[in-house]
């Protein structure tokens, strides 16, 4: 079973839970969750960032566009931005406890850097336009590309509880 870009956006034990119920014991999860490390330093000076819960506030374009309604309003600068989305990112430690709570043993885990030219590239985009600050390049100078999320592989262990453990 794969979850791309998923984890973030929706309440991830219970995901993972309801993943681990559908995977047979020995199954394997292959999944891509935001990693939160690299957010804190990279978009310390956004406001539609909040490091203090690792939550990213969306807005779009391509939203904007088509006149759809946003799901709220977040305070930029002296004006209220429309958002779509909030995105919830983790931290090696946050990822290794959500799986283990779900009841998924983490079999691998990496770390997904996409090339600096491909980064430029998509968020210059019209629909991913993100006009860089002289910190941002720094960093990513500094990385030498952007460690954007974490590649994790799951099983769901062939023996154990049959139903995990919800937390908190």
């Known amino acids: 079973m794969m979850a791309i870009n998923v984890i973030q956006d929706v309440d991830a034990i219970s995901a993972l839970a309801n993943i ?3 995977l047979q014991p020995g199954g394997l999860l ?3 969750v935001i990693r939160r490390e690299t957010q804190d330093r990279f978009w310390l000076d956004d406001d539609a960032y909040d490091s203090t819960t690792g939550q ?4 779009s374009t391509m939203h ?3 006149g759809l309604p946003p799901l709220g309003l977040r305070h930029s ?3 209220e931005k429309a958002f779509y989305r909030v995105q919830q990112f983790y931290t090696e430690v946050e990822t290794r406890e959500l799986f283990n709570a779900a ?3 983490i079999v691998s885990m990496s770390v997904i850097e996409f090339p600096v030219e491909f980064v430029r590239q ?3 985009s019209s629909l991913h336009r993100i006009a860089l600050t002289s910190r941002q390049e720094s960093l990513l100078e500094e990385w030498g ?4 999320a974490y590649d994790v592989v799951a099983m769901r262990p062939r023996v154990g509880p049959e139903r995990a453990t919800p937390v908190g």
Request: charge should be positive.
């Open 20 to 22: 681990r119920r559908m």
């Open 103 to 105: 009841g998924l043993t």
């Open 56 to 59: 990213l506030y969306t807005s």
């Open 77 to 79: 600068g002296h004006a």
């Open 64 to 66: 904007d566009l088509l």
């Open 145 to 148: 590309g952007y460690p954007d």
């Open 30 to 32: 292959r999944a891509t």
């Open 122 to 124: 998509r968020w210059s």
